[in-house]
């Protein structure tokens, strides 16, 4: 027995979502399927630890969506449906093992500030990158929200920019080329390098060159931005979208296969026995690695095998989630700091180190770099009156010596190790405070959402054989997958990982193409909708 729909998505992450919510704002009736008992996938906000503290499981900081059409025009209508998003101020504090350390703040005088106490030419260059970033963010942004084939490679429209040329080298440079090149003291540097760090991508690969600039820009321009009430509150609102057009978001489904008549993709079925059929497109967010192993192999190019075969997972991450009676402080001169966001790079080359211990396999507890978020610093509605949650993230390999199934063994340790290396900088973060905690190693995020492959919470590597045009692999960027009907979605796609939403709308725009519908138009009667307040609008 099986039931249609116009459209099956299979996966719930918030890039799925938004596809869905596009698709079914112009009339189509969706259904989204996903393994896990909570919709969001990456975007998901649980009980990790104890009743009443709520964890973002993966994603906090909700930065790149920001400037998407999806939420910059509100095209969907997600404001008005409890979508609310909060801009902390400090942005992120980055201590160092001397004890000295560097705030950014929402202000960029304020932020110079800080960093002319290292170096006042350091500080100028720092102002005048955000300057110069600023007249090429929208070419960056348009590339990111385009899909493949349907625009200028990146190269192309950054020769249109101001300085083209420029910009076209730095893009392919890497992320510490740039930094090396524009600032001189080592604390600014390694300012700048956990900055550019934070989608996980090694700081010496080449193409990461705009990381240097776009982080920093992204955060000095719209803070460690988070929704009120935790990462979920974005996929939460997505769902009501498509319920409200009729559709539906199933969970604790895990789909096993795709069904094919003919060669072509017509629906799912999944591991209850569930059969979904699809009228027009099915749409999938399971990553590439186990999405070729739904169909039979021949139906799968034979390049889009080659590249899928050959795909790189890049940079694992390590999460404790706590339960704390007191929130994270940092000592300072003016009195103690709680930010909601802060980064221990420990050094430039410690940073730099990263790289070279995931390619080794091993697991380095001397003085690991981390990200640590305390989103309770500006969200008390996450936790019980006067409790906090901690998310504390350490990057370490999947393939570590010894195999994967090792991370059961040394999981315990090496949270400890990261709670000691924090501890030197938040000394009354101490076992009293702590009510209880949540281990999740690479594997351990592997085994909670089969996207997170080998640890990697974006998709996988974004080095030049992963991106662009490249993502998933080369004739096959454009969301339609080598067998019919089939399309892809989510970080596995351009432009990538982090919440952009950006992979979503844009499968949207050539799903409703291939069927002579353009988005700019549905998005337009929807918004006129809304604005007179038109039943189902």
Same mark, same amino acid.
């Given at each position: 027995?099986s039931?249609?729909?116009d459209?099956?998505v299979?996966?719930?992450?918030h890039n799925?979502? /938004?596809?869905?919510?596009?698709?079914?704002?112009?009339g189509?009736?969706?259904?989204v399927?996903?393994?896990?008992?909570?919709a969001?996938g *990456?975007?998901?906000?649980e009980?990790?630890?104890?009743p009443?503290?709520?964890h973002?499981s993966?994603?906090?900081?909700?930065?790149l969506?920001?400037?998407?059409?999806?939420?910059r025009?509100?095209e969907?209508g997600?404001?008005a449906? $409890?979508?609310?998003?909060?801009?902390?101020d400090p942005?992120?504090?980055?201590?160092?093992?001397d004890?000295?350390?560097?705030t950014?703040w929402?202000e960029?005088?304020?932020t110079?500030?800080?960093?002319?106490?290292?170096?006042?030419? *350091?500080a100028?260059a720092?102002r005048d990158?955000v300057?110069?970033y600023?007249?090429?963010?929208p070419?960056?942004?348009?590339?990111?929200?385009?899909? /493949?084939?349907?625009g200028p490679?990146?190269?192309?429209?950054?020769?249109?920019a101001p300085d083209g040329a420029?910009?076209?080298?730095?893009?392919?440079?890497?992320a510490?080329?740039e930094?090396a090149?524009?600032?001189?003291?080592?604390?600014?540097?390694?300012?700048?390098?956990?900055?550019?760090?934070?989608t996980?991508?090694?700081?010496?690969q080449?193409g990461t060159?705009?990381?240097?600039y776009s982080l920093?820009?992204?955060?000095?321009?719209?803070?460690?931005?988070?929704?009120r $009430?935790?990462s979920g509150? @974005?996929?939460a609102?997505l769902?009501?979208?498509?319920e409200?057009?009729?559709?539906?978001?199933?969970?604790g489904e !895990?789909v096993?296969? @795709?069904?094919l008549?003919?060669g072509?993709?017509v629906?799912?079925?999944?591991?209850?026995g569930?059969?979904?059929d699809?009228t027009?497109?099915?749409?999938?967010t399971i990553h590439v690695?186990?999405?070729?192993e739904?169909?039979p192999?021949?139906l799968?190019?034979?390049?889009?095998?080659?590249?899928?075969?050959s795909?790189?997972p890049?940079?694992g991450?390590?999460? !404790?989630?706590?339960?704390?009676s007191?929130?994270?402080?940092?000592? $300072?001169?003016g009195?103690a700091?709680r930010p909601?966001?802060s980064?221990?790079?420990?050094?430039t080359s410690r940073l730099r180190?990263?790289?070279v211990?995931?390619?080794r396999?091993?697991?380095?507890?001397?003085d690991?770099?981390?990200?640590?978020?305390?989103p309770?610093?500006?969200?008390?509605?996450r936790?019980?009156e006067?409790r906090?949650?901690?998310?504390?993230?350490g990057?370490?390999?999947?393939?570590v010596e010894?195999?994967a199934?090792?991370?059961?063994?040394?999981a315990?340790e090496?949270?400890?190790?990261?709670?000691?290396?924090?501890?030197?900088?938040?000394p009354?973060?101490?076992?009293e405070?702590i009510l209880?905690?949540s281990v999740?190693s690479?594997?351990d995020l592997?085994?909670a959402?089969?996207?997170?492959?080998?640890?990697s919470?974006?998709?996988g590597?974004?080095?030049?054989?992963q991106?662009?045009?490249?993502?998933p692999?080369?004739?096959?960027?454009?969301?339609?997958?080598? /067998?019919? $009907?089939l399309y892809?979605?989510?970080?596995? !796609?351009?432009?990538g990982?982090?919440v952009?939403g950006?992979?979503?709308?844009n499968?949207?725009r050539?799903? @409703?193409?291939?069927l002579g519908? *353009?988005?700019?138009?549905?998005?337009?009667?929807? !918004?006129?909708?809304?604005a007179?307040?038109?039943?189902g609008?």
């Amino acid at each position: 027995m099986s039931e249609a729909f116009d459209v099956v998505v299979a996966g719930a992450g918030h890039n799925s979502l /938004i596809a869905a919510a596009y698709l079914s704002t112009a009339g189509m009736r969706c259904l989204v399927v996903d393994a896990r008992a909570v919709a969001g996938g *990456d975007t998901a906000t649980e009980e990790l630890t104890l009743p009443g503290f709520l964890h973002d499981s993966c994603s906090t900081s909700h930065n790149l969506i920001q400037s998407s059409p999806t939420l910059r025009r509100d095209e969907l209508g997600l404001s008005a449906l $409890g979508l609310e998003y909060l801009y902390p101020d400090p942005v992120v504090h980055v201590p160092f093992p001397d004890g000295s350390s560097i705030t950014q703040w929402r202000e960029l005088d304020r932020t110079c500030a800080e960093l002319a106490r290292f170096s006042r030419r *350091d500080a100028d260059a720092y102002r005048d990158l955000v300057d110069r970033y600023s007249a090429v963010a929208p070419v960056v942004g348009a590339w990111r929200y385009t899909p /493949i084939g349907w625009g200028p490679a990146l190269a192309d429209a950054l020769l249109a920019a101001p300085d083209g040329a420029k910009w076209v080298r730095r893009a392919a440079a890497s992320a510490w080329d740039e930094i090396a090149a524009t600032f001189e003291e080592e604390h600014v540097r390694a300012f700048m390098a956990w900055m550019a760090f934070t989608t996980v991508q090694p700081l010496e690969q080449p193409g990461t060159g705009l990381n240097a600039y776009s982080l920093v820009y992204g955060r000095q321009q719209h803070s460690w931005v988070v929704p009120r $009430g935790g990462s979920g509150a @974005l996929p939460a609102a997505l769902v009501r979208v498509v319920e409200a057009a009729g559709g539906e978001v199933r969970t604790g489904e !895990t789909v096993v296969a @795709l069904r094919l008549e003919h060669g072509r993709c017509v629906g799912v079925e999944t591991g209850h026995g569930a059969r979904y059929d699809a009228t027009r497109a099915v749409l999938s967010t399971i990553h590439v690695k186990h999405l070729v192993e739904m169909a039979p192999s021949e139906l799968w190019d034979e390049s889009f095998r080659y590249s899928v075969d050959s795909w790189k997972p890049g940079i694992g991450m390590f999460v !404790t989630h706590y339960a704390l009676s007191a929130p994270l402080e940092y000592p $300072g001169e003016g009195g103690a700091l709680r930010p909601l966001a802060s980064g221990i790079p420990v050094s430039t080359s410690r940073l730099r180190d990263v790289e070279v211990d995931v390619r080794r396999g091993r697991v380095a507890l001397d003085d690991p770099p981390l990200l640590v978020l305390c989103p309770t610093a500006v969200d008390a509605s996450r936790a019980p009156e006067a409790r906090h949650v901690l998310k504390v993230v350490g990057f370490h390999p999947y393939d570590v010596e010894g195999g994967a199934a090792r991370w059961d063994d040394i999981a315990e340790e090496v949270s400890d190790a990261h709670l000691r290396h924090l501890r030197r900088y938040s000394p009354d973060l101490t076992d009293e405070t702590i009510l209880a905690r949540s281990v999740h190693s690479p594997l351990d995020l592997e085994r909670a959402n089969a996207h997170n492959w080998h640890g990697s919470c974006h998709g996988g590597d974004s080095g030049p054989a992963q991106s662009g045009a490249l993502r998933p692999a080369a004739g096959w960027a454009t969301h339609r997958m080598p /067998i019919p $009907g089939l399309y892809q979605t989510g970080s596995t !796609t351009h432009p990538g990982g982090s919440v952009s939403g950006a992979p979503g709308r844009n499968a949207a725009r050539v799903i @409703l193409r291939d069927l002579g519908i *353009d988005l700019d138009e549905v998005v337009a009667r929807s !918004t006129s909708a809304r604005a007179h307040g038109l039943p189902g609008s």
